[in-house]
């Protein structure tokens, strides 16, 4: 029987659909199985969080494909994979409107001081916290994407609605077609300069990591908002704290941790001045990693990383695979 491994909730359509597949185990829940049990007769992976090192790999012998419920493959070895002849696939665009609308829950949590404002509810203090929790609107506010793929061509058509012009810096696209959408393609040093809420779209790479520094936010406008949705180590998480301190940052919501690169199922021991602030200041914001997380985007990341399974089982190349296994055979 053919056996799949599950490593974080799917929808349950699409965990139906694995059922009929063969036998499924799910690394969640309470009668959640371990990887290890089960990697010797693995076939297949749906996979979020979990990390898949080399060693885990070699240790699975019967595995033809991790299929990634998302775009990211920051947790697993590629070439690792594809040594042992597996193959990694994504699914893009699966998750872009829930991403590009979780960039506006945290800019209106922000602007409009909610979680405070609930807070002070919640404690009975309506009257004596109400005066202290001024907002801004957005209209008019300029919005400075860093990165244009398509989540961020998503935000940029939110932000029109709201009246916001827009700003890109992304070096792999041409003001042609930032135009197209309504936005205006600018240096970094412009982006960071003549935001008022910046948002970050951008990989994780040599060149991007830690882009978001105290060299950056003390140019960036005094009392702007940060929003990060993309990778943590975008950012310099105590020199945002610093800067949400002094009230050079006017908010920062952060729905990644640079922790992630150590443990994507529990980042907040590895980012430990974030979380020890995190509810502290009010205006920090940090969900944990759910800005791709909604009904439908799981319905659409499900159903192509179970077309991806189907057709790694059955011997054929899948797709939206990000290596080639079989040019290594």
Known sequence: MTSLYV??????????QLHELGEVHLGYG??????????ERVEAVMLRAERFTPDKIAASSRLKIIARHGVGTDNVDI??????????????????RSVAEHVFA???????????????????????????????????????????????????EIARGFGMPVLVTDPYVDAELTRQHGAELVPFDE??????????????????????????????????????TARGALVDEAAVL????????GGAALDVLEGESTDMNDPLPHST?????????????????????TTQSLLAAGTQA????????????????????AATA
Not at 79 to 96: D, E, H, K, L, Q
Not at 209 to 214: E, Q, R
């Open 106 to 156: 945290l800019t209106l949590a922000l602007a409009r001081r909610i979680p405070a404002a609930a807070a002070g509810t919640a404690n009975g203090q309506w009257g004596t916290i109400k005066p202290h929790l001024t907002g801004f609107e957005l209209h008019g506010r300029t919005l400075g994407l860093f990165g244009f793929g398509r989540i961020a061509s998503l935000t940029a």
């Open 191 to 228: 982006l960071i300069a003549q935001s008022d809420v910046l948002s970050l779209h951008a990989p994780l790479t040599a060149t991007t990591k830690g882009i978001i520094d105290a060299d950056a936010i003390a140019r960036m406008r005094p009392g702007s908002v940060l929003i990060n």
């Open 273 to 293: 001045e974030i979380a020890a602030r995190n509810g502290h200041l009010d205006n920090l914001i940090v969900t944990p990693h759910i800005a791709g997380q």
């Open 30 to 39: 309470p009668s959640a199985t371990e990887y290890a049990a089960v990697q």
């Open 306 to 325: 179970l077309h991806c399974i189907r057709q790694a089982l059955a011997g054929e190349s899948p797709q939206h695979a990000v290596n080639n296994p």
């Open 79 to 96: 070439p690792a994979a594809t040594r042992a002849g597996v193959w990694v696939t994504v699914t893009p665009g699966s998750n872009a």
């Open 242 to 249: 610093l800067a949400l301190e002094s009230g050079q940052l």
């Open 7 to 16: 490593s974080d909730p799917t929808h349950p359509h699409v965990l139906a």
